[in-house]
């Protein structure tokens, strides 16, 4: 394969995780030391970034700031949602894409995101081929709700794990303070795969905490739910449950929707999250005092609890994605495959974004009991290894000290 | 002062805090090592332990998980909330405990808690010394409130606002990452004193993230609100405002009880918390995205992001409140006395039970900026010692290690 001298650019996309920026590192990292490769633009708010030529000079940036990305929450270059159209329909943004790479002569294109992201990436890869413009993508997974196809895991799911874990560690002894009993329900992001609310069963491994855990790829039963809980309060007055919130009936009505099932005993209909309507469920049917809480933004962004794992292994899929193009791959995701016999091994394995591309990967039915109310041990083994390190994050005055970017663009 | 032999009890009372076990474990160290004291008891939930005779022998732990409690959260001896009655109107409580007291030969009491529990304190010290039992009582200060009269600062507090503040940096960061803006209202705890939501100013020291903050210690307006909120938001499409879940109107109405007064848009009353409350009523102004995070328990027991300087501080008077009894002090509080000019100097001091029993000490208004939207620097120089410092919590596979008790019952 002949040396493609070029730009590169990376874009962030979709919702922000506590190590994307990390991915962005080890890109901007190996690309600025890469002699192929003439400057490295970061994509102000993903795709959007290259449409509106608002590109922003990594090369400009300071050295000390860039090594603090690794350890600083959310997109660092800014993200989006943005939905690119097909181009056999509408190819005004491919159009657009296309002038923009020619114009800072972009032959390096990585896309860092969920599954959205590898559809942007996979459209884009195609038509530049067809239109018959050189130029390498690959695709970066990130996703905290760890549904991306073909890969062993994706980054950023492993950090908000530790967090939930954590949480749910410390929530748990916090709910057993008093003699008087307690219910807590503690509501995790996940909509339509468990992943993340699976994370609590990793609390259990230290010390038995958690009780119940609740995932959408069970229906869920509101008198079983009841039950479980219900029977656990009497038996040891003290329940913890981790829910996610996309649990939904058989139907497929979401719980968090129903809201206006409970009422706050005075007829009102009590509205809120659903960690908020499940626990006045609970209160109802038990009398038992109930808190509610929902881990909210911070499962994604609390970067000072981040796995150290999570970090190395982001920065190890951006690193090589550019080593890939370097070496003339195109079209492909970098995800990892993993061993975890006699100890757990990580290595980059190249998927075909077409693969990867708008496919959701569930939490498998075989790690979730029979009941639908726990997850099984598999899962713990499949999952503990990811939580493993601690991040390096650099504290100042006691508080986390994140990379500050200058932020030039390019002209 | 001639030496008192006997045995000593520590009791753990009102809502837990992430440090609450290192001031127990000041205590309980110190009484282990002392030869005047012949038996360590932990009350198992406050004061309902001594009532209840249920008392744990420290003395049978192990050394090793011991010296785990600074860097487990929660109360790891069990918790109350219990008012104890005026001993002129009811004297029977006083009686139980003095039977208890006797049965065990107990000799030194040190209760741990915020207003309520100095109370508690005090008026066992006043019966005690009435009935001419010879026991030294001291109350240790706890309250992530910091409301306490008298000390410069409370422990459990710096803990809470070094969560607070991390995570208002955390969230700040993740709110940015879209180009389409965004209002985020955090919520804290502080029912009647705005110190843990001023927490929130630290964050501004690294880098300019919270925007608004508001206290319960100024009437809350919602049109004076809105009109700060939308105008920041008009300027630079991004928002953060903290406010402390006890902000309330000039009638004394909590602003979290009108919860009618926002709709979800079907016309249905939005219920929930503060946070979600009033990001609809901002969404419902503005037009902007919102978002509500309630930071819930987790403020209180993040015990993984708990700050040193509080660690040291908490064990630190629990330590001071045994060698004092060992002196012969009783009836007193121990608190601290810092000095902050040329660096941070931290010193116990004693106050008076009867001084500090039932009385708030609530945010300065000269540290809360005319507009009443945010607090001034000096807040900001009188907290910041407080947060310095990173626990030293032990982790296996990833996850808290924390202490582990046998608690086995006296007899």
Not at 62 to 88: H, M, Q, V
Request: aromatic letters at 8%.
């Amino acid at each position: 394969m002949s040396k493609l001298e070029g730009a590169c650019i990376i874009g962030q996309s979709g919702g922000p995780t506590s190590v994307i920026n990390s991915s962005a590192y080890g890109v901007i990292r190996t690309a600025l030391d890469a002699p192929e490769i003439t400057n490295v633009y970061g994509a102000a708010h993903g795709i959007k970034g290259v449409l509106n030529d608002q590109l922003l000079c990594m090369d400009e940036e300071d050295r000390a700031e860039l090594d603090r990305l690794p350890y600083t929450p959310s997109s660092a270059l800014g993200s989006c949602r943005y939905k690119i159209a097909d181009p056999d329909q509408d190819d005004t943004d491919y159009r657009r894409i296309l002038e923009i790479f020619k114009k800072y002569d972009v032959r390096y294109f990585c896309y860092n995101g969920g599954n959205d992201s590898m559809d942007t990436c996979n459209k884009i890869s195609k038509y530049m081929k067809k239109v018959g413009y050189d130029c390498r993508v690959m695709g970066i997974p990130k996703t905290i709700d760890n549904d991306l196809f073909g890969t062993d895991h994706c980054p950023g799911y492993a950090s908000a794990a530790k967090y939930i874990a954590t949480s749910v560690m410390e929530v748990a002894r916090d709910a057993q303070v008093y003699d008087t009993g307690m219910v807590t329900v503690i509501e995790c992001m996940g909509r339509h795969a468990g992943w993340l609310t699976a994370a609590a069963a990793l609390a259990n491994a230290e010390e038995p905490c958690c009780d119940f855990i609740y995932l959408p790829e069970v229906d869920f039963d509101m008198d079983k739910f009841l039950a479980d809980v219900s029977a656990r309060y009497a038996e040891k007055k003290n329940c913890i449950v981790v829910v996610s919130e996309g649990v939904h009936y058989a139907d497929g009505r979401f719980v968090s929707e129903a809201k206006t099932a409970a009422t706050d005993g005075f007829g009102h209909a009590q509205l809120g999250g659903l960690a908020a309507l499940l626990a006045n469920i609970v209160k109802e049917k038990t009398g038992a005092k109930v808190r509610g809480i929902e881990l909210s933004l911070l499962q994604r962004c609390a970067a000072h609890c981040a796995s150290g794992t999570d970090i190395a292994e982001s920065y190890l899929s951006g690193k090589t994605a550019v080593e890939q193009m370097l070496l003339g791959t195109t079209d492909k995701m970098v995800g990892f495959a993993c061993d975890r016999t006699n100890g757990y091994r990580c290595e980059p394995k190249l998927f075909a974004l077409t693969d990867v591309a708008n496919y959701e990967k569930k939490f498998p039915r075989e790690w979730i009991n029979a009941e639908g109310n726990n997850v099984l041990a598999p899962f713990v083994d499949y999952a503990m290894p990811l939580i493993q390190g601690e991040t390096k994050l650099e504290k100042v005055d006691g508080l986390p000290r994140f990379a500050r970017l200058k932020k030039v663009f390019a002209k």
